[in-house]
């Protein structure tokens, strides 16, 4: 088989805002009038609305694969575009479900389909719903469709909402990159980024360290509160933005590369995961595929990485959270826990063994 790659934008909103102004007005109005200003996840409502003509684009394609729809696919229309070829849609969160929102925190309106949903403003709840409503019909047209999920978590959110309840779904994890840098041993990477041999190293990253569904002041508060008094630890800092502490064991280290990466991986052993709802992020299995293991919000997909994690926890409150962290820094991680749980997550995400389940996944609706 033979692949190939549509995209509309090939960098964030962030970097390149007047490379599509249409996109980042849209992105603009979603966020700051459509949303509600305490509702922490984000929204695409107008942004789901635009669109690129795809016909000539996908003309001699046998199957289309859509991942991110929101800008690119005219997903109201989608069986037009299929022509009655395959459609595989892999969801990365919950937007599907619900017309917008792409976490619902909470919100259970894509179930029922009553009710008012608590992420966006009065004026624009109708249109969440139509929204959702006019997708679930979309879908239902398309006539060889199958869902795919990361996670079990959201797999068993799409059978319960009212939209895509009775359409099938498989759940393939996403895979890690084919080529990652190897990654650096314990004693190297922490005389590389001067940490001492003896600290319990905590990491926390995201792309953007102000995101509130990533939730990163909760594990800076945390720390600081586990070891106020304490000078065993460090905490790794990973993303962008300005981190604010007096702490001297928390370190910033900004947005780092690939390469760079590893080496901060090298040098963890727990990675913290505060976010208020994830789906399967590759930041977590990239992390364990080094041998970190995990602390983790009890919430949505995140478990899911647990189960062949031997050595991590999963909290449901800050106070929780501060137990955690005390209790794993009063037992170092051993070499060969590291190298099981490395060896586990490779394992589990290959990328040549997943990309062969979605080849059985295209050939079975070749086959109808």
């Known amino acids: 088989m033979t692949s190939r790659v549509v995209s509309s934008i090939d960098s964030t909103l962030y970097e ?9 007005l849209a992105a603009v109005v979603d966020q700051h009038l459509v949303k509600r200003r305490d509702f922490a996840a984000p929204v695409s409502l107008y942004r789901n609305r635009l669109h690129r003509r795809l016909d000539r684009d996908l003309a001699g394609d ?29 969801l990365h969160d919950m937007a599907a479900l619900t017309g ?37 019909n979309s879908l239902h047209r398309v006539k060889r469709l199958r869902l795919v999920s990361p996670s079990q978590w959201l797999a068993d959110e799409a059978t319960k909402s009212e939209g895509l309840g009775d359409l099938p779904i498989d759940v393939i994890p996403n895979p890690l990159a084919s080529a990652t840098p190897a990654t650096m041993v314990p004693d190297s990477a922490r005389a590389d980024l001067a940490i001492p041999s003896d600290h319990t190293v905590f990491l926390i990253s995201a792309s953007n360290l102000a995101d509130p569904v990533k939730a990163v002041g909760d594990a800076l508060e945390g720390f600081q509160s586990a070891f106020s008094d304490s000078d065993s630890a460090t905490l790794l800092v990973v993303g962008r933005g300005k981190l604010t502490t007096s702490q001297k064991n928390i370190r910033h280290l900004g947005y780092l590369d690939a390469a760079a990466m590893q080496t901060v991986l090298g040098a963890s052993d727990y990675q913290i995961v505060t976010s208020l709802a994830e789906n399967q992020p590759l930041a977590i299995s990239e992390a364990q595929a080094s041998g970190v293991s995990l602390i983790a919000r009890n919430s949505t997909g995140l478990p899911e990485h647990t189960n062949y994690d031997a050595d991590s926890q999963l909290f449901n409150s800050p106070d929780e959270l501060v137990e955690v962290l005390r209790s794993t820094a009063e037992k170092p991680r051993s ?14 995400y290959e990328p040549h063994a997943i990309a062969q389940r979605y080849v059985d996944v295209y050939e079975s609706l070749l086959a109808n």
Not at 16 to 24: I, V, Y
Not at 67 to 86: C, E
Not at 100 to 113: E, M, N, Q, V
Not at 335 to 348: H, K
């Open 62 to 90: 046998d199957v289309l694969h859509i991942h991110w729809p929101h800008g690119l696919v005219d997903v109201d229309n989608l069986d037009k575009l299929a022509r009655g070829r395959p459609v595989v849609w892999t």
């Open 16 to 24: 390149a805002p007047f490379r599509h102004p249409l996109h980042t």
């Open 100 to 136: 917008g929102c792409h976490y619902s925190l909470g919100c259970s309106c894509h179930r029922s389909g009553t009710g008012n949903c608590s992420g966006v403003r009065v004026p624009w709840q109708g249109a969440i719903t139509r929204a959702r409503r006019s997708l679930s």
């Open 335 to 348: 070499r060969q826990a590291r190298e099981e749980l490395s060896s586990m997550a490779l394992s589990r």
